[in-house]
Each structure stands twice: as structure tokens, then as C-alpha cells.
């Protein structure tokens, strides 16, 4: 199993500002996953963080607007950027255990936009 | 492409049985489930895996027939502890999908004592 340690648990942001998420695994993984949970909806990924090259971004979604990192194989940040209260969400991070099965949740990220 | 999940919402009274289903267009590799409290994280039930397994956990049990692409969650003699928001995902057949889920739309069940 992964336990992964998601930062900040919550947020209430200014609209025109950014927010910068961080995810920590406790071990080395491939591949990084993040979502966005609009209230009251399903999960939706935004993209693949690859360690060594740029993210791969879902339909809908742009690097301009999210801009993620991988800097090494424990470590991803997330940042949404000139917010709007469009992004309210649940954010989440997730890894794939190394039988390549059990996906695995960080604890998410509240954001509020005002 | 998002699964589709069925129904919407379920409400049981303690110890009724109940059944969630999930359908994919596409080739499936493997289907997870979680349940989801309100306020908090996805929390993982169980996998199947391609090859048509059955899968339990406590009173909770899952099937996946992968010829239609399909799984069904069981929750048997349900407990107020079952309430919550119960998503489908899925990882595809498709060489770039491995890891990535796509949900279904959730059902939101509701036990009652």
C-alpha cells in the first residue's frame, strides 16, 4: 500500500490568485494522477504526472491552468492558477500500487474561491 | 469515457440488500470501487481484475463480467455504516490508460435504522 500526505487539507482563496498543492508518497511511484471533485459530481482526472517530462493533461484541462510538477518519484504539486469560484473543488492526488492495481488517495484538498 | 452508473440513489432500511451496477463501452482492464463520505476522500473497497472474479469485503461483495464490460456491487444486509456515495472506476484496455480511472456518475445510498 501508499500512504500519501496531501497539503493544505483546505483553503478559502482570493478570485485572480493561484494555490499550489502538494502531494507526498511514502514510495518511489511511476506515475501521479490528479483530480478535481466539483461539488456534488463524480471524480475527474486532470492529468498524469510523469517524472522527467511534462504532465499529460486530460481533454479540458491546460497547463496554463494547472500547472504541475514532478520533481523526483515521491513528490507532485498541483497549482490552480488565476482562480475563479468555478474552482471550487476537492482536489486529489493518486498513485497505482506497484501491482499496477489498487489505486490509492491522498486525503483531497478543499478549495473555496470568493 | 465516463462509466455509467446505475441507480442514481438507493434507499434501504438496516439489513436490505442492494445493488449497483456500472457498464463501460470500452474494454476493461479493471474495475475499483469506493464509497465516499461526505467532507471526505474516496475510500477503496475492492478491484477486480479482467477475468470475471468476484471480490467481498465484510457483507460487501463485487462481480465484473468483462464479456459485457459490466460490475456489480452487492451490499448485503446493509448497515448504517453503508451510507455514503459509492463510485465506479475504471482503468481501460488502452495502452495509455494504465492507472488512470474514470468514474462513474456515483449512487448515493442511504440506510436507514
Known amino acids: 500500500s501508499a500512504v500519501i500526505s496531501q497539503k493544505p487539507s483546505r483553503d478559502i482563496c482570493q478570485r485572480g490568485t493561484s494555490l499550489t498543492i502538494q502531494c507526498q508518497v511514502d514510495s518511489q511511484v511511476t506515475m501521479m494522477f490528479w483530480y478535481r471533485q466539483q461539488p456534488g459530481q463524480s471524480l475527474t482526472l486532470i492529468a498524469t504526472a510523469n517524472q522527467g517530462s511534462e504532465a499529460t493533461y486530460e481533454s479540458g484541462f491546460v497547463i496554463d491552468k494547472f500547472p504541475i510538477s514532478r520533481p523526483n518519484l515521491t513528490f507532485s504539486t498541483l497549482t490552480v492558477s488565476n482562480m475563479s469560484p468555478e474552482d471550487s473543488s476537492i482536489y486529489l492526488c493518486?498513485?497505482?500500487?506497484?501491482?499496477?492495481?489498487?489505486?490509492?488517495f491522498g486525503q483531497g484538498t478543499r478549495l473555496t474561491v470568493v | 469515457q465516463q462509466p455509467v452508473q446505475s441507480p442514481q440513489a438507493v434507499i434501504l432500511r438496516e439489513g436490505e440488500d442492494a445493488v449497483i451496477n456500472c457498464s463501460s463501452s470500452?474494454?476493461?482492464?479493471?474495475v475499483h470501487w469506493y464509497r465516499q463520505k461526505h467532507g471526505e476522500a474516496p475510500v477503496f473497497l475492492m478491484i477486480l481484475l479482467k477475468g470475471g472474479e468476484q471480490k467481498g469485503h465484510e457483507k460487501i461483495s463485487a462481480s465484473f463480467n468483462e464479456k459485457k464490460q459490466q460490475s456489480s456491487l452487492y451490499l448485503t444486509a446493509s448497515q448504517l455504516s453503508y451510507s455514503g456515495t459509492y463510485f465506479c472506476g475504471t482503468v481501460s484496455m488502452t495502452t495509455d490508460s494504465w492507472g488512470k480511472l474514470q468514474f462513474g456518475a456515483g449512487t448515493q445510498v442511504v440506510v436507514t435504522p
Open positions: 493518486s498513485v497505482v500500487g506497484t501491482g499496477g492495481t489498487e489505486a490509492f
Open positions: 470500452k474494454a476493461l482492464y479493471s
